[in-house]
């Protein structure tokens, strides 16, 4: 079993920034590959960045060059730094933890971006 906490959401204006925070506990050696997901009113959830045990990166389109995932594997958790966003950007933000036991979905944090 993991365990995923989200922290960091928050309303922003747009072109601003926020961190996200995942924080992972329990079995986290079964770790493969974590990712950030984001889910807007009325839309499916969409794949915005993931990150394997090696680092690789991956994004998607929309948020390229604007958003930046990284970890801190001393203290297990994964971030998402989100840099000039826009109002579409508004979304709850869920963490994913992809292990060799199953998948782990966090509740989730709010982004609001907002003038």
């Known amino acids: 079993q993991v365990q995923l906490v989200e922290s960091g959401g928050g309303l922003v204006q747009p072109g601003g920034s926020l961190r996200l925070s995942c924080a992972a506990s329990?079995?986290?050696?079964?770790?493969?590959?974590m990712d950030w997901y984001r889910q807007a009113p009325g839309k499916q959830r969409e794949l915005v960045a993931s990150?394997?045990?090696?680092?690789?990166?991956n994004y998607a389109a929309s948020v390229k060059g604007r958003f930046t995932i990284s970890r801190d594997n001393a203290k297990n958790t994964v971030y998402l730094q989100m840099n000039s966003l826009k109002p579409e950007d508004t979304a709850v933000y869920y963490c994913h933890a992809d292990t060799i036991t199953g998948k782990y979905w966090g509740e989730g944090t709010l982004v609001t971006v907002s003038s």
């Open positions: 990150i394997t045990r090696s680092s690789t990166t």
């Open positions: 329990g079995s986290i050696f079964s770790i493969n590959a």
